[in-house]
Structures are given as C-alpha cells and as structure tokens.
C-alpha cells in the first residue's frame, strides 16, 4: 500500500498547533512589533489624577451617616456571603 504524501510522521503538539494557526492565518508566527505605545497628554493624565484624589473624599463627604451605613452594611454582607435580611 502506497504512503500518503500529506501524512506527516509524528510531531509535538506545539508544532502542529503552530501549523494549524500557520494554515488558518497564511501568516507565520512572529514576535509582537516593538512599537512605541501613543504617549498620554501630561495635561490631561494631571486633570484626571487630581479628580481621583480627590473624589473618595468630596463623595464621602456628601453622604449622610444614614447612607454611609447602608453602604458599609451592603459591603460586609457581599464581602462574607451573608444574605440580606
């Protein structure tokens, strides 16, 4: 009985699969671009780090100590699994 000429000996899994990406693609594997990521406005990175420092406080600041507690009793119930009541 005659061989198949498609029918390869046996190979790693990791060759096959690069093959198989390789046929599906019809690009070869290669190694990610080195190129340079876009660089962030200094002025914009600046509004929004002062945003973020601040918002926790002006927020917390606004909530009544009513709502606080809501919020910190919601928080530990979903924290240890506890089912409202």
């Known amino acids: 009985m ?7 000996k ?3 899994v990791n060759s096959i699969a690069a093959d198989i990406v ?5 690009k070869s594997i290669s190694k ?9 406005n200094p002025a914009a990175v600046a509004l929004g780090r002062l945003g973020g420092l601040k918002g926790g ?4 600041k ?3 100590p ?9 928080a ?6 506890i089912k409202p009541s």
């Open 66 to 74: 009513e709502r606080r507690k809501e919020i910190a009793k919601k």
């Open 10 to 12: 046996t190979e790693d």
């Open 57 to 60: 406080k002006a927020r917390a």
């Open 22 to 26: 390789k046929q599906t693609t019809d």
């Open 76 to 81: 530990a119930q979903k924290r240890w699994g």
């Open 32 to 40: 990610p671009s080195q190129e340079k990521p876009k660089e962030k």
């Open 62 to 64: 606004k909530l009544t």
């Open 2 to 8: 005659q061989e198949r000429s498609s029918k390869k």
